[in-house]
């Protein structure tokens, strides 16, 4: 295996203004340090696009600090271990990081976990077994806390979260409906999934009618990914005593001013509704169990994995700017090299 000096990395150039453009970020190549004691030079191999990144590049301090400009961005990553300046890591591992947006990473070791297991795909850990499916099962075991027989509406269903909130819910014996932007998002819910009823809300004049039609016994719990006219159609539609797990609102992520709230926000007092918000990340401890379900899961073929896959970091922001246009269908993920060219 050839030992590079130099790498790349994609750094924020400018803070975006409505959707991104490729303008705000820069493709920088740059020397490749070598690990201090108790680091790992880890080669990337995949690495995650994901939505809240786009909150990280407004200069506003709120659960995770914002990017800085001229600086690397970060985000989930998987990786093969190169270079080991600590004996809990060798040579050869594959281990999941934080340090993605770059072909190699200096990692410590104590931010790596390293990947068991070979029947797994390693990008898995980005996807099912990593932030999004550990978002998902949160949001639906904790805050939701769901019951066989219950309905539940889940918006942007067919990607990285909502696939796995959609799939997570069928084998819990809940009614799902799903809203999603394609004909063939809304075609693999109801083919592959199974879901009970789907809405594509681009072909939907009226959201309220198409969930009221979908839900005729109303919903339970809405685990909202959109925000904005969904959130507004699922206060319409709840049932009392109503959950919603507040997961994301990636209709608002690219506006410009201020988005009003729901105006229909009192359904919220008159059915009891409890809104939760909910971050993936404040949820560790549920790991073990976590991890044992979904591997049982996926191992079962109960959850299946569907991903949109963009080749090189160079690619890596257009992946990204795809996210707000539903060009993905499943996780988003860039693939930074191929096992063969790692074995040159
Ligand atoms: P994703 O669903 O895989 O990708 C984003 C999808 O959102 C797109 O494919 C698109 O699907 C849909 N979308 C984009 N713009 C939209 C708009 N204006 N209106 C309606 N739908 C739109 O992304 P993800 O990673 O799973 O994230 C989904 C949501 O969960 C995001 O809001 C994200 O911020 C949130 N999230 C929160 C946490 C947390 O800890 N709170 C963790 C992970 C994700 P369609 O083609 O169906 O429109």
């Known amino acids: 295996m050839t030992m ?29 340090a070598a690990p201090s004691p108790g680091q790992l030079l880890v080669r990337n191999t ?10 990280r590049m407004v200069d506003r301090e709120t659960y995770i600090p914002p990017f800085k400009l001229g600086e690397a961005l970060e985000g989930a990553a ?30 410590t070791a104590s931010d790596a976990t390293r ?11 980005l996807s099912a077994l990593g932030f999004p499916g550990l978002t998902a099962y949160a949001g639906l075991m904790r805050i939701a806390e769901v019951k066989a027989g ?7 269903a067919s990607g990285a979260v909502g696939s796995i909130v959609a799939q997570i819910a069928k084998s819990k014996g809940l009614r799902v409906v799903a809203s999603v932007g394609s004909a063939d998002k809304a075609k ?64 608002g992520y690219n506006a410009e001013q201020p988005q009003a709230g729901p105006s229909n926000i009192f359904a919220a007092i008159e059915k009891r509704i409890r809104l939760q918000g909910l971050i993936g990340a404040d949820h560790f401890d549920l790991s073990a169990d976590f991890n044992r379900d979904m591997i049982g899961w996926l191992k079962a073929g109960q959850v299946k994995i569907r991903e949109t896959v963009a080749d090189g970091l160079e690619n ?23 096992d063969a060219a790692l074995s040159r």
Not at 12 to 18: E, T
Not at 80 to 99: Q, T, Y
Not at 210 to 235: K, R, S, T
Request: contains cysteine; glycine residues 8%; aromatic residues 8%.
């Open 150 to 156: 219950e309905t539940i509406f889940v918006s942007a």
């Open 115 to 125: 990947i068991t297991g070979t029947d797994i795909a390693p990008q898995t850990y």
């Open 316 to 338: 890596a922001p257009s992946a990204f700017i795809d996210l707000f246009k539903g060009a993905n269908h499943g996780k988003m993920l860039v693939r930074l090299t191929t």
């Open 46 to 55: 995949w690495m995650s696009v994901d939505p809240y990144m786009r909150g």
């Open 78 to 107: 998987v990786g093969v271990v190169e270079r080991s300046n600590d004996p809990a890591f060798s040579i050869g591992d594959r281990v999941v990081h934080f340090s993605g947006w770059r072909d190699h990473a200096i990692v």
């Open 188 to 251: 693999w819910l109801i083919d592959e999934v199974g879901v009970d009823a789907v809405i594509n809300y681009r072909e939907t004049p009226d959201l309220v009618a198409a969930l009221a039609q979908a839900a005729p016994e109303g919903i339970d719990i809405y685990f909202d990914n959109v925000g904005g006219n969904h959130l507004e159609a699922a206060l319409a539609i709840a049932n009392v005593n109503a959950r919603f797990v507040l997961c994301g609102m990636i209709s």
């Open 4 to 32: 590079s000096t130099t790498t790349r990395e994609i750094r924020l150039k400018s803070r975006p203004h409505g959707l991104p453009t490729p303008d705000n970020f820069d493709l920088v190549e740059t020397t490749l």
